[in-house]
């Protein structure tokens, strides 16, 4: 069965600064790919997904993701955070020839200070 | 436009009593799914449907129970409620082919 890890359970960081958020999977077909974010009190929300083409992804709200196939990662990017990107963010892997269920990762909370 | 509707979104229960949460989308997705999100580990798929009549244990389905019999509604059923069960319980649904799930609001249950 699939895995998947997120390395940063919390993450604490000052508006204008850059956030880069790790994601690794184990599976080794054909996957689709998402980042879903959890804004406090609201449920998960699509931030951006991949299923096949350019590997670089772009998605709401100035969030960006690199899908290395050969690192089996999923890495989430945002060159410049905003207090209203406080929120838990989590990684979701989709193996496409085994039952397409998604599996999530743990799920990394990320608090931006104004 | 309604998309995923869960009730109740907040309970509390005693070990031992037996409740329902309820979710039901208006979008007529053929999957739906529920997940139970606990901190620090993510969202764990308990049971999902692909279909009326059609239901599916996921992850960790001990000690729950559900029923497709309609499209629209995926009722998740606790028998005899324990304190490992107090968590957050989301309800998604998709189209088959597109994979992106749409969530409900959630649900936050207490096992006391």
């Known amino acids: 069965a699939q895995s998947v890890s997120q390395h940063n359970h919390h993450v604490i960081l000052s508006e204008a600064a850059s956030l880069e958020l790790g994601c690794n999977y184990s599976?080794?077909?054909?996957?689709?790919l998402f980042w879903y974010v959890q804004y406090p009190g609201q449920h998960l929300q699509l931030l951006l997904k991949y299923f096949s083409g350019d590997p670089l992804v772009k998605g709401i709200k100035g969030f960006e993701a690199e899908f290395i196939k050969s690192k089996f990662s999923f890495n989430l990017r945002k060159p410049s955070v905003q207090w209203s990107d406080t929120a838990e963010y989590f990684c979701a892997v989709n193996a496409v020839t085994a039952g397409n269920k998604l599996t999530f990762g743990g799920g990394t909370r990320v608090l931006v200070k104004p | 436009n309604a998309g995923v509707t869960q009730t109740p979104k907040f309970r509390i229960l005693k070990i031992g009593q037996s409740m329902t949460l309820q979710c039901a989308q208006d979008m007529n997705h053929n999957y739906m799914y529920w997940y139970r999100q606990d901190p620090g580990m993510g969202l764990k798929l308990i049971y999902y449907s692909v279909g009326a009549g059609i239901t599916d244990k996921g992850e960790v389905p001990n000690g729950y129970n559900v029923s497709r019999s309609t499209t629209e509604d995926f009722p998740l059923r606790l028998e005899l409620a324990a304190p490992s069960q107090t968590s957050v319980y989301f309800c998604?649904?998709?189209?088959?082919?597109?994979?992106?799930?749409?969530f409900g609001a959630g649900s936050r249950l207490t096992v006391l």
């Open positions: 599976y080794g077909g054909t996957v689709n």
């Open positions: 998604a649904s998709r189209v088959p082919g597109a994979n992106v799930l749409t």
